[in-house]
């Protein structure tokens, strides 16, 4: 039912593009019709493959990173009153600072390379995931609290049996906001400078007028974002799940 | 595990500057007393405070335990709401006071106490899983699985059917035979068979009333235990009055 409806609304998509084409009578190289994209995606599959691979690596590299930081900073700030009155004003502010005004200054630090792209994705990443884990960590039900301290329980062990597990399904909407988040950090990081990647090839095409692969490369990415999409939100599916104590 | 020590309570509690209520009376080491009294008069509240736990208010007043040392640290609290982690089985729910210590988990008095409550089979469950009575009564095997000298129950057996109760109510009396009880309850009937002491709450101060002459825990049939219902449900309705 759900994939017929899928397919479907891409039937849709391709129609009014189509139409589009058609009622507007737009040259190929301003808007190519859904068939000569299908052509040019078919021809440089290889090209497209091997940059999609680039860009693919980036990304989970910055969804890694930038999750392992922001819940270890999560964890940090509710380990840490003192960590947290201090720390806390300082991640707002930043979070005030664009992202995409560093990427330059990213691409000169950390070079042309995957490196200065997966600092951006996890840049872009580690507020959100840092903030939500840490919201979950803190707005967990007073009862468990008061309980665990008649019980005599230590501060560790309460974050590791009761704060933690109460917080995954805060987690996983934070990772569910990063699967959106880390795939424009990574190509806007290959926009501003890089040899290699989806955004390169965007690009390159776009300069050389090839608007029809310039096309292709938009429509892989965007498969990409929503397969990404829907495997972390399985994962946050599983979380919630876990938490709530309720199988699948 | 230490004796038991008697607990004197004295003080008032505000909301907002407005007394809620002006309380003093004294819990016997060794001995179980109930709490009755309409709700919303503080019956949790005094929980709360004995525990040592935030409360929406101000108390002025003492606690004091007879042995001198301080009542966190002896106490074991069943509240309101079963309190069960989601996350976790029953069995594990049952220990967790010992993960979240520290301690190595007792699985054995777990498991009896499991049997004895009547979940031997669902203790591989989560909480999500059960009814709400079986919850409740997980949550009281994990009250009684903590083993202290002072025990603060709030409500334990209100989800039951009343057959399992009147069998919880025995079950505890076994288990917490010496240590120093506070159970609150809306159930005479309850109070007459369990309590070595009864206390009533309003809002114009705690009245101690006669308990029956028989030792605890009566038989529900006893003459006594029906006596002691009938006249304190009559006290509760005219206080309601
Ligand atoms: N966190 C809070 N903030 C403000 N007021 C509170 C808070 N908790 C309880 N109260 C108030 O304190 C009063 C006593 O509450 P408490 O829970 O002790 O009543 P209770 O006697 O246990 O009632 P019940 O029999 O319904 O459980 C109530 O009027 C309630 O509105
Ligand atoms: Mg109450």
């Given at each position: 039912m759900?994939?017929l409806d899928l397919?479907?609304a891409i039937?849709?998509?391709?129609c009014?593009?189509?139409?589009?084409v058609?009622?507007?009578?737009?040259?190929?190289f301003?808007l190519?019709?859904p068939?000569?994209v299908a052509?040019?995606?078919?021809?440089?599959?290889v090209?497209?493959g091997e940059n999609?691979?680039v860009?693919?690596?980036?990304?989970?590299?910055?969804?890694?990173l930038g999750?392992l930081f922001g819940?270890?900073?999560?964890l940090?700030l509710?380990l840490?009153?003192?960590?947290e009155?201090?720390m806390?004003p300082?991640?707002?502010?930043?979070?005030?600072v664009?992202?995409?005004?560093l990427?330059?200054l990213l691409?000169l630090?950390?070079?042309y390379?995957m490196?200065?792209?997966?600092?951006?994705?996890v840049?872009?990443?580690y507020?959100?995931?840092?903030?939500?884990?840490?919201?979950?960590?803190?707005?967990?039900d007073r009862?468990?609290?008061?309980?665990?301290?008649t019980?005599?329980?230590r501060?560790?062990?309460?974050l590791?049996?009761i704060r933690?597990p109460?917080a995954l399904?805060a987690l996983g909407?934070?990772?569910?906001?990063?699967?959106?988040?880390a795939?424009?950090?990574?190509v806007?990081?290959?926009?501003?400078?890089?040899?290699?990647?989806?955004?390169?090839?965007?690009?390159?095409a776009?300069?050389?007028?090839?608007?029809?692969?310039?096309?292709?490369c938009?429509?892989?990415?965007?498969?990409?974002?929503?397969?990404?999409h829907s495997l972390?939100?399985?994962?946050?599916?599983r979380?919630?799940?876990?938490?709530?104590g309720?199988?699948? | 595990?230490?004796?038991s020590?008697?607990?004197m309570?004295?003080?008032?509690?505000?909301?907002e500057?407005?007394q809620l209520?002006?309380?003093?009376?004294?819990?016997?080491a060794?001995?179980?007393?109930?709490?009755l009294?309409?709700?919303?008069?503080?019956k949790?509240?005094?929980?709360?405070?004995?525990l040592?736990?935030k409360?929406?208010g101000?108390?002025k007043?003492?606690?004091?335990?007879s042995?001198?040392?301080?009542?966190?640290?002896q106490i074991s609290?069943?509240?309101?709401s079963?309190?069960l982690l989601p996350w976790?089985?029953?069995?594990?729910?049952?220990?967790?006071g010992?993960s979240?210590?520290?301690d190595?988990h007792?699985?054995?008095?777990?498991?009896?106490?499991l049997?004895?409550v009547g979940?031997s089979?669902?203790?591989h469950?989560?909480?999500a899983?059960?009814?709400?009575g079986m919850?409740?009564?997980?949550?009281?095997?994990?009250?009684?699985?903590?083993?202290?000298?002072i025990v603060?129950?709030?409500e334990?057996?209100?989800?039951?059917?009343?057959?399992?109760r009147?069998?919880m109510?025995e079950?505890?009396?076994e288990l917490?035979?010496?240590?120093?009880?506070?159970?609150?309850?809306?159930?005479?009937?309850e109070?007459?068979r369990?309590?070595?002491?009864?206390l009533?709450m309003?809002?114009?101060?705690?009245v101690v009333?006669?308990?029956?002459?028989?030792p605890a825990?009566?038989?529900v049939?006893?003459?006594?235990?029906?006596l002691?219902q009938?006249?304190?449900?009559a006290?509760l309705?005219?206080?309601a009055?």
């Amino acid at each position: 039912m759900r994939k017929l409806d899928l397919l479907f609304a891409i039937l849709l998509m391709l129609c009014i593009w189509q139409a589009l084409v058609l009622i507007t009578g737009a040259p190929h190289f301003i808007l190519p019709s859904p068939w000569r994209v299908a052509k040019s995606a078919y021809f440089n599959r290889v090209l497209i493959g091997e940059n999609a691979l680039v860009t693919i690596t980036e990304i989970l590299l910055g969804l890694l990173l930038g999750t392992l930081f922001g819940v270890a900073t999560a964890l940090q700030l509710t380990l840490s009153k003192t960590a947290e009155r201090l720390m806390l004003p300082i991640l707002v502010f930043t979070q005030a600072v664009p992202v995409f005004a560093l990427a330059p200054l990213l691409t000169l630090w950390f070079g042309y390379g995957m490196g200065s792209k997966v600092v951006m994705a996890v840049l872009i990443i580690y507020f959100p995931v840092t903030s939500a884990f840490h919201d979950g960590l803190t707005r967990i039900d007073r009862g468990y609290l008061d309980l665990a301290k008649t019980m005599g329980g230590r501060q560790l062990q309460i974050l590791r049996h009761i704060r933690i597990p109460a917080a995954l399904p805060a987690l996983g909407s934070g990772l569910k906001l990063a699967a959106v988040y880390a795939p424009i950090g990574a190509v806007i990081g290959e926009w501003v400078g890089a040899s290699k990647g989806l955004g390169y090839l965007m690009l390159l095409a776009n300069g050389r007028v090839k608007t029809d692969l310039m096309f292709a490369c938009l429509i892989t990415l965007a498969c990409l974002t929503v397969i990404l999409h829907s495997l972390v939100g399985m994962l946050a599916k599983r979380l919630s799940n876990y938490a709530e104590g309720v199988e699948r | 595990m230490s004796p038991s020590p008697e607990i004197m309570f004295k003080g008032c509690f505000f909301i907002e500057n407005k007394q809620l209520f002006d309380a003093s009376f004294v819990m016997p080491a060794g001995q179980w007393t109930c709490l009755l009294g309409p709700s919303g008069v503080g019956k949790s509240t005094i929980l709360r405070l004995l525990l040592g736990l935030k409360t929406g208010g101000h108390f002025k007043g003492e606690i004091s335990t007879s042995d001198g040392q301080s009542i966190a640290g002896q106490i074991s609290y069943m509240a309101q709401s079963d309190l069960l982690l989601p996350w976790l089985s029953v069995v594990e729910n049952l220990m967790v006071g010992a993960s979240l210590r520290g301690d190595t988990h007792d699985e054995e008095r777990a498991m009896m106490l499991l049997d004895r409550v009547g979940l031997s089979d669902h203790g591989h469950k989560k909480p999500a899983a059960l009814s709400g009575g079986m919850r409740q009564r997980a949550a009281l095997a994990r009250t009684l699985m903590e083993d202290r000298p002072i025990v603060l129950l709030d409500e334990p057996f209100s989800a039951l059917d009343a057959g399992t109760r009147a069998d919880m109510q025995e079950l505890s009396a076994e288990l917490l035979t010496g240590k120093t009880v506070l159970l609150v309850t809306h159930d005479p009937a309850e109070a007459s068979r369990v309590a070595d002491q009864i206390l009533v709450m309003n809002k114009t101060g705690m009245v101690v009333w006669p308990a029956p002459e028989l030792p605890a825990i009566r038989a529900v049939d006893a003459p006594e235990t029906l006596l002691c219902q009938s006249k304190l449900l009559a006290h509760l309705r005219a206080l309601a009055a």
